[in-house]
């Protein structure tokens, strides 16, 4: 079936590290990616996405590449910053419209 | 602009009762869910509906009620069956046309329930 398993947390940075935050699912046919972030209290906005196979994403900084030979879209970002503290959720979107996410990933940044 | 609305943001409710959450987007989308999410956890779907007057149930429907009468609202209740309500609820719509089906969902702001 559909899933998504993303890198368990919690992930504490300093400020200006480097953030990858490993992504990998399983689907079948060609499955929409993005990546949500939810700021503590807040609901899911979406962060960035790619519908086709080797498209990369990008916003604010970050960046996703979706692989389909791996099966992989991990987020990355050049510099963190302490703003970019929240959760991160990696999720599919397959020919059934819904969206299976991961688990979310913790990702806490210090000044 | 468009987007979805979850209200109220805070909601308290005694042991017994059961209490409506509410959920309206403004975004013409046909598709409208609800999960649950609880500290440090991953989101669980509860109930979905791509059509109005149509709904199924998610992962977690035990407990929950839901109703679809018009395509911009889509209520959850939490009814007394539900053993552990205490919980952050997050509504979501989606578009289900070809092409806006690959984008992705947009997300309400949620309702935090407090059992007390």
């Known amino acids: 079936g559909n899933s998504v398993t993303q890198m368990e947390g919690p992930v504490t940075l300093s400020e200006e590290a480097f953030l990858t935050i490993n992504c990998t699912y399983t689907?079948?046919?060609?499955?929409?990616l993005f990546w949500y972030v939810q700021y503590p209290g807040e609901g899911l906005q979406l962060l960035l996405k790619?519908?086709?196979?080797?498209d990369k994403g990008s916003n604010k900084g970050f960046e996703a590449t979706y692989r389909k030979e791996t099966t992989s879209f991990h987020l990355e970002k050049g510099s963190v910053q302490v703003s970019d503290s929240a959760v991160y959720f990696c999720a599919h979107r397959g020919s059934n419209y819904k969206l299976t996410f991961g688990k979310g990933t913790l990702l806490t940044v210090n000044p | 602009d468009g987007g979805i609305t979850q209200s109220p943001k805070y909601l308290f409710r005694k042991e017994g009762q059961n209490v409506t959450l509410s959920c309206e987007q403004n975004?013409?989308?046909?598709?409208m869910y609800w999960y649950r999410q609880d500290p440090g956890q991953g989101l669980r779907l509860i109930y979905y509906?791509?059509?109005?007057?149509?709904?199924q149930k998610g992962d977690i429907a035990e407990g929950y009620s839901v109703s679809r009468e018009k395509k911009e609202s889509f209520p959850l209740t939490v009814t007394s069956a539900q053993k552990n309500p205490t919980a952050f609820y997050l509504c979501?719509?989606?578009?289900?046309?070809?092409?806006?089906?690959?984008?992705?969902?947009?997300f309400g702001s949620g309702t935090r329930l407090t059992v007390v």
């Open positions: 979501a719509s989606s578009s289900t046309l070809e092409g806006l089906a690959r984008g992705g969902y947009t």
């Open positions: 790619a519908t086709k196979a080797d």
């Open positions: 689907a079948t046919g060609y499955p929409s």
């Open positions: 509906s791509q059509i109005v007057n149509d709904f």
């Open positions: 975004l013409n989308h046909d598709a």
